[in-house]
């Protein structure tokens, strides 16, 4: 047996795990653009978000706690998003494009025609997301103490991409013939997915009959699970292929959002809110598996398993201006507006309102993503050579590695409205959503692709009783379809591999297409 140790430790071998963090570590942002979609609650959802100025029921929360208790009686609000993420990735190429030095693996030999059983000059498939649906759900308690005074308290999960996986979980796609073949996504992400909550507690403060104003502050709790792999030197060979699976969390991000309502006329409602967030300072830990698509035969690596423990990772997070104006038009008489001052309910005192929201999300803040080892790690990589020899490279990690991100500001823009059927019944609602492109499309990947996006949302409540109302929605998000032409050309493809000595090779040219369509169910319960 063989042991050396390279001059250069392989930082991007304990890197791979990165790109996996901005798919779970969304936190509820009611809404916005950037890592979630427009947005949580069921009633939001079917008129595309615009809710900052409306805010009717306990999702106020969220949206603008200035209209927390604003029904006048107490209530419950549990609702849930399933949301169904349908994307997919055509990468640009061939498998032997990047195939530096003869490669054998479970996959072949890469030197070996398709006939005879080699597979390099295929070009690669398109791979999909075969990731479950996604649950988004909610529960949230609104207490208004007195007609100036209102106190709310919920757990919120954010509606964002949640679990995706890419392929099969092995790492494995089917080539164009049906044989399995590695996964050309495998060095921009294989799986992502964790776990977000945001309990959250408001208050709501009424100044004057036309001023109200909130704050809200969240304890975000967040987990994540993902896969990816990466190189020692650029090159796309199978056999000397890194797997790596992240599993950290931070169980407190502190967040706050401040909230302001205007009302100059009985018709008309102004809206502002301002959510911060602290950056997400959290540990992980990576088990890497070196050669995992090695075949253990003379010139292929052998399978090795490391464990990296107690990474500290840090995760900018991103904060968030929103600016809405309601009109409403009121079918209530004398008496009902004189206590609609106090007390909300737009199913009894409104025959329709539009309201129009913008919010400007600072994506441009997530500039980096750090991830610092302790000391005294150390990974190991095998692989045997052609005349028989098991070549061990035991490697110490001992920097910290940056991952630059350069995300891009983004505006969105959020049009809907109630329209009421039948008075105190019955109300119909619909809206249209937009936000702008937030990424260089030459550094698009999978964990983060926020597109241009067009979205069309439905939705409707029902009164069953004076104290439980149902509401239904539904939303279809249209999304650019972005074309990331080949490296070297105008406007090229440049997200590299991740690779120990620097020279990972583009990996990211090609077609991005995606779209969603979210389902949401709440019911909301008055004491």
Known sequence: MIRALPRRPPRALTSLGLALLSVPLAADTAGAGGLDYPGPGTRALGRAAAFAARGDDAMALSYNPALIGLGGRPSLLVNSHLAFFDACVQRSGTYSDNVTVRDRSRFGDSELLPGAGGYALEAFPRVCNTGPPIPAPAIVLS?????????????????????????????????????????????????????????????????????????????????????????????????????????????????????????????????????????????????????????????????????????????????????????????????????????????RDERWDIELDAVFERNSRVDEVVLRPPADLTLTTRQLLTDGTLLTLDVPVDNAFRVPRGWKDQLSLRLGGDYTVARGLCALRGGLSYETRGLDPALANLDFLPVQRLGLHLGGTLRLNRRIDLSLAYAHLYQERLEVPPAGSPGGARLAQMSADGSGRVINAGTFRSHWDIFSLGANYVF
């Open 143 to 347: 207490l208004p103490l007195g007609p100036r005074f209102g106190l709310g308290f919920g757990l919120l999960l954010p509606a964002n991409t949640g679990a995706v996986q890419w392929g099969d979980r092995d790492g494995t796609v089917r080539g164009l013939r049906g044989e399995l073949r590695p996964n050309p996504l495998r060095y921009l992400s294989l799986s992502a997915g964790g776990f977000a909550l945001s309990p959250s507690a408001g208050v709501s403060w009424q100044a004057t009959p036309w001023l109200r104003v909130g704050a809200t502050l969240q304890w975000g709790i967040f987990s994540l699970d993902g896969v990816s792999y990466g190189v020692t030197t650029g090159g796309e060979n199978p056999s000397l292929d890194g797997r790596a699976r992240i599993r950290g969390s931070d169980r407190f991000v502190p967040a706050a959002i401040a909230g302001l309502h205007l009302k100059p006329t009985p018709a008309l409602e102004l809206a502002a809110t301002l959510r911060w967030s602290d950056d997400l300072r959290g540990t992980a830990d990576i088990d890497m598996r070196f050669g995992d698509y090695g075949s253990s035969e003379p010139g292929s690596s052998v399978p090795t398993d490391s464990r990296l423990r107690d990474l500290s990772l840090r995760f900018p997070m991103p904060w968030q201006l929103t600016a809405g104006v309601r009109y409403v038009s009121r079918q209530a008489t004398v008496g009902e507006a004189a206590r609609s001052r106090t007390a909300r309910d737009a199913l």
